[in-house]
């Protein structure tokens, strides 16, 4: 594995949030307490590395983040057991099969839900008895990826309060586009606060990982809905390869 490392692959650093979360042992009370440890850390516009026309290069700096990468890196990082079991899981979270290639990046959040939900690494939140809309889109907004149409149920913004007392620590939550090509415009990591529910996440415009109202997010940003899953709990072996 260690011949596989990522690029700005920090070994001590993974050590010290695994064995600072060892004695964390639901989900979602790991992803809070590794995902803290990185609010004020610096939001980075396309930290990744790679297009069609350059190699993909398999990454994992925490220098910097944007939503995804940050999401990526938090689940990765609250399943894994040792250092190279972390960078497995990335792999597997970021590439569709773990492949590390351009085309094979969950470069859409459709494609991020539907591949890590098949890996066993999420699973669905009911929203029995709240509207939904289904929406359809045709992605092609990531040049030298083939257009893709897909379908996705969402609750629709004014419905999005109704969610609330299901949600728990640890859910993710994706901001539906109103553009007519793109699926998803954000995404975060939902805290259960003792008065509100928190958004963690990396925020362009704060220009880093912060913790802000959902409730405030949702009045300030414009959005055909939302989508909400829950990571799921993983054995916690040692020496995991």
Known sequence: MRGLQPRGLNRRRVEQLLF????????????????RRFVGSPYKS???????EADEVFSASFRGFDCV????????LARASTVDHFVRLLRN??????????DKRNHYMTGWIRNNTREGILGPISTRGIPTRTIERTLDVVPGIEATRVRMKCVPKAEAPQLVPRLRTGDLIFFVSTRKHLDVFHAGILIDGHEAVHLRHASRSQGAVVDQRL???LKA????GVLVVRPQAAALR????
Do not use: K
Not at 69 to 76: L, P, Q, R, V
């Open 46 to 52: 396309n930290p990744l590395i790679g297009s069609a």
């Open 238 to 241: 040692r020496n995991q390869q």
């Open 93 to 102: 979270i970021r590439y569709e099969q773990g492949l590390i290639r351009w």
């Open 69 to 76: 990468t940050y999401i990526e890196t938090i689940i990765a």
């Open 221 to 224: 940003n414009r959005m055909a």
């Open 215 to 217: 409730s405030e997010f």
């Open 20 to 35: 600072e979360a060892r004695s964390t042992r639901t989900i979602e009370n790991r992803i809070d307490v590794i995902s």
